[in-house]
């Protein structure tokens, strides 16, 4: 509402669109005023959501790097809400492949619901963003690794154990890459 509509309002000359039918300027008031602290709530709780993420990531200052940050964290939750979400279909391929599997080998029960437990499990919601962060803190550790690898044989002048850290760091390389080694 406008300074200019509520002085109309609180002057008796005109009633805003959104008012409801026997609702008096004072309850609309209040509702407007609680619409807007419920708004404030929820600004206030991603507020500090956001401040959360910025502190477990240790980012410092309001860069283009914290919001790209913030955005990959809320792509994880998202990921993460769908896995939890997701729910073979009774009628899905999924479920119709499982069932074949299990139809096809009633002689063994143990292996045969094994078997569709598998392909069940198997149809699961894709997940890069979180495939990523795992492959990222992975290499992180093994970056650790190869950097405390590589002062120890530059202390001791021991090109064998700088060689070894070397290889850890293409390791890394290879893990952030979505490679195994």
Known sequence: MQPFEMQGLLAGKCLPGDLIVNES??????????????????????????????????????????????????ALVAENAALKAFRPQPNGAAMMEALDVFF?????????????FDILCCKRVSTPETDAAIAEIKAQGVDEYANATIAIGEDERDLDIIYAGNQAKLFAKHLRAGRKG
């Open 104 to 116: 096809a080998n009633e002689e063994y029960p143990e292996g045969a619901m094994s078997d569709a």
């Open 25 to 74: 300027i004072a309850e609309y008031l209040l509702r407007k005023l609680e619409d807007r602290n419920e708004l404030e709530r929820q600004l206030s709780a991603k507020t500090i959501s956001e401040q959360n993420i910025i502190n477990a990531f240790g980012i410092k200052g309001e860069g283009a790097h914290s919001k790209l940050v913030i955005e990959y964290v809320h």
